[in-house]
């Protein structure tokens, strides 16, 4: 007997592992006004959180909505002494909110790029909300360093580009 992980349990790390990745490398190309490069990484992080997700559903919890509810449940347990599957809904949500925004982005680019700001800052809110506990809260070892690190580097960034665009008004 083998302790090696499974394709299915690999597929299901790295490819979470890879969006996170993306979807920091696409905030950061944002901030830096590389909009092209950004388009392409926040779609292929998309692609892969769905890699993720279906390779998740798949190995971990037997295409069973039920199975994922009762994990969620426990990882709360575990980190908050609160046996709630709840947060599942959210992941449920963060995948929808994220395909909706590469969608839009794809289907009418013109009207993405002049969509109201409050929308695209209760968008990003949401997803960085749910990308701090999925690479902090939940996470441990250099995940959980990856997480703080890309975090702090993430608002480093939108504090000098908020300095930069002051001072050219």
Not at 2 to 26: F, I, N
Not at 47 to 62: G, K, P
């Amino acid at each position: 007997m083998t302790d090696e992980p499974s394709v299915g349990t690999l597929l299901t790390l790295w490819s979470v592992r890879l969006a996170c990745a993306l979807y920091v490398l696409a905030l950061a190309s944002w901030l830096l006004g590389r909009g092209r490069l950004a388009r392409a990484e926040w779609t292929l992080g998309l692609f892969l959180y769905t890699v993720h997700m279906l390779a998740a559903f798949s190995v971990y919890h037997h295409w069973s909505h039920q199975e994922a509810y009762m994990d969620t449940a426990r990882q709360t347990a575990e980190i908050f002494y609160i046996d709630w599957g709840g947060g599942i809904y959210f992941n449920y949500l963060f995948s929808a909110v994220w395909l909706a925004d590469v969608a839009w982005m794809w289907l009418n680019e013109a009207a993405y790029n002049r969509r109201p700001r409050w929308i695209g800052i209760t968008i990003h809110s949401f997803l960085a909300f749910m990308f701090f506990n999925a690479t902090i809260v939940f996470a441990a070892g250099w995940t959980r360093r990856f997480g703080l690190a890309a975090c702090l580097a993430l608002l480093l960034l939108w504090r000098y580009r908020a300095r930069a665009i002051a001072c050219k008004r």
